[in-house]
């Protein structure tokens, strides 16, 4: 990948079938605070970066990165081996600030995790 055409880890997402218990031992493991987006979905607040917490089944979570140029991140993701599960696809929640389309693409590294790229 061109030096260029670096990407950065943007947000964290977790899922837990126990939301309230989860967002209860993150507070009191790590000092997050966070703000409730509906029954199922809590937005991490003083982390560090970007997070949330989705109440559903248990599994690995997601990882979102940002990139300048989208089209040229699937290129190099390809050409390092990664198997897409999601070609460029719109990506809803877009700032209403920003003119920009929203797009990303999602692909699965090793068997288990799934890393979603936005553009920056």
């Given at each position: ?25 993150f ?50 993701i ?43």
């Amino acid at each position: 990948m061109p030096q260029e055409m670096s990407m950065k880890i943007d947000y964290v997402e977790f899922s837990s079938p126990e939301l309230e218990a989860t967002q209860s031992f993150f507070a009191k493991a790590f000092g997050w605070s966070f703000v409730e987006f509906g029954p199922n979905y809590r937005d991490i607040q003083n982390a560090g970066l970007g997070g949330g917490v989705e109440r559903n089944e248990l599994r690995s979570p997601l990882i979102v990165l940002k990139a300048d140029d989208l089209e040229g991140a699937l290129v190099a993701i390809k050409a390092a081996g990664a198997e897409i599960t999601k070609e460029i696809f719109e990506f809803p929640g877009a700032d209403v600030s920003s003119s920009r389309n929203r797009a990303a693409m999602q692909w699965q590294c090793g068997k288990k995790n799934s890393l979603l790229v936005i553009p920056a």
